[in-house]
Structure formats: structure tokens, C-alpha cells
């Protein structure tokens, strides 16, 4: 099967970056979100990153308004009817992605992918919702997508041979390096990242530091690119909390226990970057 049209659904952080880079290679993309307030937010954040790649030189002004051409906004479901690949990168929640995957396998067609760029839900759990499981699989992007090179592949128990290659050669069509996981919470990025950025949270809980001494011992001790409260700040502290939710009850063992001052972050609509206000100030 060739993709041709490809959709995203959520026009969030990371729905509007792929939507962005799929639009890039040339596929016609239909981005969806729930009213016209989300779809324009995305809209609007991929003509600010295509501006300044070209004023950098990066791209010709043409180049800019074939890209943008490419991409259709929709906020209604059934318009993913003409997609022969769909990305699901709505909120980190259970109950909304199985009804979007409940959803999208009434509309989509027999022989369309679906993929979830979920940050820790199974794939198995995901594909149970839908009666074409063989075509479900994890996609899953890094913040910022434009940026980041990686995508991690994750194959669901039923998961064909035929979904993972199409989903790996996608991937690599993007410009991106594909890396493949099982189906394990969190698979292998953030089963790894997350228990770091909450163990960071429990070091400024105890007292341990402020945010930036935190955030400065990673940065200049271990050479991170940044420091795991600013980076909670920039994936959402309600996606890393629900990250830990899922590994806590996903392996049933206390290390993965959220850090109650990021729950009490979560409580108070402080969520990072995207509200003005997490462990830093935007
Ligand atoms: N933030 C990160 O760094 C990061 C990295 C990798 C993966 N992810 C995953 O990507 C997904 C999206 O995260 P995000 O950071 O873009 O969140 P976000 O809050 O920026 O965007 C989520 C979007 O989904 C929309 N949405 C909610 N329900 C919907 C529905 N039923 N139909 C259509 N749209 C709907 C919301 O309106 C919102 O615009 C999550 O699963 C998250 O775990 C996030």
C-alpha cells in the first residue's frame, strides 16, 4: 500500500509538528482537533516555523506555501475516511484515544493504518479497540517533531509485518531514525526518561535543590541538552504525569510512584510551557 493521505488527529504540540513533517515529504495531511480554535493554534505554529526556515535559508517562500497547501484542517472524524495512514496524537488519556480508535475503525477504511503517538499506553490495549488489531501500531515522535530525529516504532502483539515496515519506511520518508520497541509501558524512551524527570521532581520536593541548581547539575554534570524540570515543562506536566500513572500501574511497582508535588503541579493548571507556568516561569 503507498500513503498518499495522511492524517493526524489533535493538533497539539506534537499533532501539529507531525503534521508539519509528514506535509514536508510531500504527503497531503488532514489535521484534526476537536474545534477551530485547536486546528488554527497548529496551523498558526507550523506557518511561525516554516517563516523562520525561510528567513534562515532553509526553505524558498514557494516551498513554504506548497507545504502549508498540503495540510487541510477538519474537526470532524469523518473526514479521516480519506486517510490511508492516521496518527493519533491526542491527550495522554485511555479513555480518549480507545474511543478515537473505536471511532476511527468505523471510518477509516478496511485497509488504512492507524498508529498512536502515545508516550506510554500499550499498543495491545489500543488495537483491542478497533477489529483491524493486525494494523495498529506506536509511532511515536520526540518534542520538538521538526527537530528531533528520532521515532520510536513500537509493534503490538498483533501488530503484521506489513504495518511495521510501512510504519518504519514512513518514518524514514520524514527525514527521521527509526528505533524499534516491544510493547512494554512507556517502551523504551520513556520508561527511561520519565523516572528520571520524576526523581528530579522528588529532589526539589525534598528540598534537595532549587529548580535551577537541579537543572544545572544535569545540564553541566552530565551534558544534558537541558535539564529534566524544564524539560517536564516542555513535554506538559500532565502528559508526565500520566506517563508515571501508566508505568505505576502498568508494572504494579512503587519505583514508578508520580512525585506528589508533580500531581499538585497538575491540580493547579500548571502544565509547562504550553500555560505559562511549571517549574519555570514562560
Ligand atoms: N509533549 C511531548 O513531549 C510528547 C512527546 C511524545 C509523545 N507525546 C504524546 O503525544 C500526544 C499528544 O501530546 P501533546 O503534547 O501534543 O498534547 P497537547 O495537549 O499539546 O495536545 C493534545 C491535543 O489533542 C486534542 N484532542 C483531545 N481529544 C481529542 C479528540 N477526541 N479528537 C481530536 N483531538 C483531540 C486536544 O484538543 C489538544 O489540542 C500524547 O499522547 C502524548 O503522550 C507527547
Redo the contacts with the bound molecule.
Sequence with gaps: MEVKTFGV???????NGIAQVAAMSGLQVIM???NDE?VQR?MKNITNLLTKSVEKGKMSADEKAAVLGRIKTSVS?QDMAAADYVVE????NEP??F??FQDLDKICRPEAILA?????IPIGRIAAQTKRPTQVIGM????PVPVMKLVEVIRGLPTSDETFKLTWDLAVKFGKTPAESSDFPGFIANRILLPMINEAIYALYHGVGTREAIDTVMKLGMNHPMGPLALAD???L??CL??METLYKGFSDSKYRPCPLLRKYVEAGWLGK?TGRGFYEY
Excluded: R, V, Y
Design positions: 488527529i489533535g493538533a497539539g504540540q506534537m499533532g484534526n482537533d476537536i485547536f497548529g472524524l496524537a491526542a491527550t495522554e480518549i484515544k474511543k478515537i498512536s503517538n502515545t508516550s506510554s511515536h515522535f520526540m518534542n516542555l513535554i506538559g500532565d502528559t500520566a506517563i504550553k
